[in-house]
């Protein structure tokens, strides 16, 4: 475990508010944040269209099972609570690849027999997928819901996000649902690629894309209205004019159902 580089998880954390980070997080964070000032607002919607996500699919879908991947730290409203607002039978896994988010999340969920945490990373769906945790609590034989939020944009062209999405789509029975969610740089090309350059500079892989990319992403998945927007605008619950900007954002998001 190593606490002297940054990690993504981590960053997001210090981004929300969070204390479960250390220098290297803050430092490389604080470098994101000097490229593109609102990046704090841009964590909070994102977290914000998280949960707006869940409560969607846990009160239109009937979903009761979610593997989140690329969880990150524990913070204010997680998947299960969301989710276990509407039906406490939900039951939930959270992936993340970082050991600190592992010990965390056990010790704040040890006396919830239906949600887990473990330790792998989405560059390996089948070892998620047949992780033993993973196989007591989700069955796919039924409906899931699988959740990479702000997740795909560190995985790099080269390690070829689609066909990652694709290996879990392949698990997946009809009637599940994919949550995606993942920063551009279309909308305010200097400064959300000044963020790239500064997670880059800590050593943490970041790939911008454009809606066209996170839009392929959903192949074989029907767009659930209003289909692929700026997490501030996914179904908001605030008037337009309280909302920030698209720019201050810069971060798209959206569900695609399995026919």
């Known amino acids: ?46 977290r914000d269209f998280l ?9 239109e879908t009937g979903i009761r099972q979610f593997l989140d991947i690329g969880s ?4 204010a409203h997680n998947v299960h609570q969301v989710a276990q607002r509407h039906d406490s039978s939900a039951r939930v896994v959270y992936v993340d690849n970082d050991p600190i988010v592992l010990a965390h999340g056990r010790a704040l969920l040890s006396t919830d027999a239906r949600t887990t945490v473990i330790e792998c990373d989405i560059r390996d769906p089948r070892a998620i997928i047949d992780h033993p945790e993973t196989r ?28 990652l999405v694709d290996r879990f789509r392949q698990e997946l029975a009809p009637g599940s649902v994919l949550v995606l969610s993942h920063a551009t740089a279309e909308i305010s ?9 500064a997670y880059r500079a800590q050593g943490v892989p970041l790939t911008l894309r454009d809606r066209a990319a996170l ?45």
């Not at 995985?155 to 689609?162: K, L, Q, R």
């Not at 908001?236 to 698209?246: K, M, N, Y």
């Open 1 to 46: 475990m190593r606490t002297d580089e940054a990690h993504s998880a981590r960053m997001y954390d210090y981004l929300l508010g969070g204390k479960d980070n250390y220098p290297a997080d803050q430092k490389a964070a604080e470098g994101a944040v000097a490229a593109f000032p609102t990046l704090r607002i841009a964590a909070r919607e994102n």
């Open 189 to 197: 090309p200097e400064t959300a690629l000044g963020v790239q350059n």
């Open 136 to 163: 007591a609590l989700i069955d796919f034989t039924q409906p899931v819901a699988v959740l990479a939020v702000a997740i795909l944009h560190f995985v790099s062209d080269e390690e070829d996000p689609a066909s």
């Open 215 to 259: 839009t392929e992403l959903f192949r074989d998945f029907e767009l659930v209205e209003p289909g692929v927007q700026v997490v501030s605008d996914w179904r908001a619950t605030v008037p337009e004019d309280e909302r920030p900007s698209h720019a201050e954002v810069s971060w798209y998001g959206g569900i695609g159902r399995l026919p």
């Open 51 to 59: 949960g707006r996500a869940v409560r969607y699919i846990a009160e």
């Open 72 to 75: 990150g730290l524990p913070t």
